[in-house]
């Protein structure tokens, strides 16, 4: 793409354009006379940039207004065709990948995809590689990419690049190294922050502005929304809210410390309360799976929930319990519109919603919480990668 605004950050049409790409991201589209009040600017002015925007490739008219009666005004809108975003999600055993439009709309996704995530340069340089082959056999046209996102466990800070799981190199981040091999922007995100981000512009959030989402995994984290922007803490590794010393239940977290949330509310929780009880003989139909293995995984439990298995049944009760009362404290500091659960532990359904529901109807302050709804994640496993690329778009328009 020849040079746009984009290159040229701190002139003023370049940031009434961002301004208006934002808007258009956040509700679709617009009439140029909405817009002029939006940003305060005159009709001549926006339809101008309106023409640029359009003769650049990142806008299109849409058709005309719905109103009836006397001249129906053009709306304008975001051109799906003007590139691509690629979201890459990588785990400890296997990775997820999304591709999606200018508009944000999904254009090809792909989960469980092998692969081992270690602290190596190697191991980055094959991110890379795996990421190009899989968009050069969706037949898409690498010349249109315009940006990556890639979403990893643990704590992330997206301005330096500096992932404390996986950054073997402080001078040459993730981020660089895939830039390097890809010759795209590429910016780097915490998995949980991702999947709110998703939730937010693509899931389950409607219009609102204050969202907690929590990332129920083998571990347990969150994502905030708080009036309507992402939230990152000073030094960008907000949200670590499974590190929150709530239990007196002697367990040692991987952190190192005791009590830890994520010790009672997570799946690496679930698996070690049910393994625990199989140890003892409790009678359960992982019983058989446990005894031939050794041990049992996330999978097998949540097909044992399915089959309504009590043990299985009755340990994520605890775990929605547990999480249920760490969400009251959430609500009654941050009172937000909505609580989205997502995470691996959604498998898991009502058998882990409703108990979450009922914790935090005991524990929460009901001034706080009764303009509070709590939903499950409409992405699923899509959210993180999807959030991941629609970060990387938002990062390159300067509008996060």
Same mark, same amino acid.
């Given at each position: ?32 006379a909405a817009l002029s009040d939006k940003l305060n600017a ?155 981000? @998703?939730?937010? %512009? *693509? =899931? ?7 969202? /907690?989402? &929590? ?108 999480? @249920?009362?760490? %969400? *009251? =404290? ?7 519109? /909505?609580? &989205? ?60």
């Open positions: 793409m020849r040079e746009t605004f984009l290159d040229k950050k701190d002139n003023k049409n370049s940031i009434l354009k961002k301004t208006i790409l934002k808007l258009c991201i956040q509700s679709g589209e617009y009439s140029i005159s009709v001549p002015t926006v339809t101008k940039l309106i023409g640029e925007l359009i003769e650049d490739g990142f806008m299109s008219e849409l058709g005309k207004s719905g109103t009836s009666g006397g001249r129906r005004p053009s709306i304008y809108g975001l051109n799906p065709e003007a590139g691509y975003f690629i979201g890459a999600d990588f785990r400890h055993s296997h990775a997820s990948l999304a591709v999606t439009d200018f508009k944000g709309g999904l254009v090809a996704f792909e989960d469980n995809i092998p692969f081992e995530m270690e602290s190596k340069e190697e191991c980055v340089h094959q991110i890379a590689t795996a990421t190009r082959q899989y968009f050069m056999n969706k037949n898409l046209d690498w010349n249109k990419v315009l940006g990556m996102g890639v979403s990893v466990a643990g704590r992330v800070n997206p301005a330096t690049g500096y992932s404390n799981n996986y950054s073997f190199d402080r001078e040459r981040p993730i981020n660089q190294i895939i830039y390097e091999d890809l010759g795209i922007p590429v910016i780097i995100e915490n998995d949980s922050r991702a999947m709110t981000y @998703g939730e937010y %512009l *693509a =899931g389950v959030v409607k219009k609102e502005r204050n969202v /907690l989402f &929590v990332n129920v995994s083998w571990g347990l984290g969150m994502g905030m929304i708080l009036d309507g922007h992402l939230y990152y803490g000073t030094s960008g590794y907000s949200g670590e809210f499974g590190h929150f010393p709530l239990l007196d239940n002697d367990q040692i977290c991987r952190c190192g410390k005791i009590g830890c949330l994520e010790t009672g509310a997570s799946g690496s929780a679930l698996n070690r309360m049910i393994t625990e009880q199989l140890k003892a003989g409790r009678a359960s139909s992982l019983s058989r799976i446990f005894h031939q293995q050794g041990k049992v995984n996330l999978n097998d439990i949540f097909k044992a929930i399915k089959e309504e298995d009590m043990l299985a049944i009755e340990t994520v009760e605890k775990i929605g319990n547990n999480l @249920g009362r760490g %969400l *009251a =404290g959430l609500i009654n500091v941050f009172n937000p519109e /909505l609580v &989205v659960i997502g995470g691996k532990l959604a498998m898991a359904g009502d058998y882990l919603l409703l108990p979450i529901r009922t914790a935090v109807k005991k524990h929460a302050q009901n001034i706080a919480n009764q303009d509070t709804t709590i939903k499950f994640t409409k992405l699923l496993q899509e959210a993180a990668p999807i959030g991941a690329s629609l970060l990387s778009r938002s990062r390159l328009l300067g509008i996060i």
